[in-house]
């Protein structure tokens, strides 16, 4: 099973999503904006992504510099209090797969969680095509 951590404003949380779908999976989609995140569940999710609080913040369009979050010595602590408050904070989207777990950002990170490869050509939103781990187009 995949669980996506979804912003359906985001473009790279909807291309993630649409080359999930492209390998042949069907995720679990997790509209965190609306659902919300709890404690145990974000620090799962970065413990099991390699990630921290700050490497997890969302600083571009969110409210993290205007809440003085991206001050140095602010603690993982109130970051992770803040996005408990602000879901927007979290970037996204965070996918869980049987392979693991990663913040996909850029959005062939994800290629890595599938068990097999889309099976369309892919592009960005930019139409630039999106490689696969070795750099060659993914088709």
């Known amino acids: ?10 473009g790279t949380s909807r291309k993630v999503l ?3 779908r492209a390998s042949g999976a069907d995720p679990v989609v997790v509209n965190y904006l609306d659902e919300g995140w709890t404690r145990p569940q974000l620090l799962a999710l970065f413990a ?5 609080p700050r490497q997890a913040l969302r600083d571009k369009r969110s409210p993290a510099a205007e809440m003085g979050l991206l001050d140095d ?8 209090e803040a996005m ?3 879901p927007v904070l979290v970037n996204r989207p965070i996918v869980a797969s049987p392979k693991g777990v990663r913040l996909c950002r850029p959005a062939e990170l994800v290629l ?9 050509p892919l592009h960005k939103e930019n139409g630039e095509t ?3 781990q070795e750099g060659k187009p993914v088709v």
């Open 130 to 132: 999106i490689p696969d």
């Open 84 to 86: 408990l408050a602000h």
């Open 73 to 80: 010595g602010v603690s993982d602590e109130t970051i992770l």
């Open 112 to 120: 890595d969680l599938l068990e097999q490869e889309p099976a369309a």
């Open 1 to 10: 099973m995949i669980v996506i951590h979804h912003n359906p404003s985001c």
């Open 18 to 20: 649409a080359m999930i």
């Open 48 to 52: 099991a992504a390699d990630l921290t």
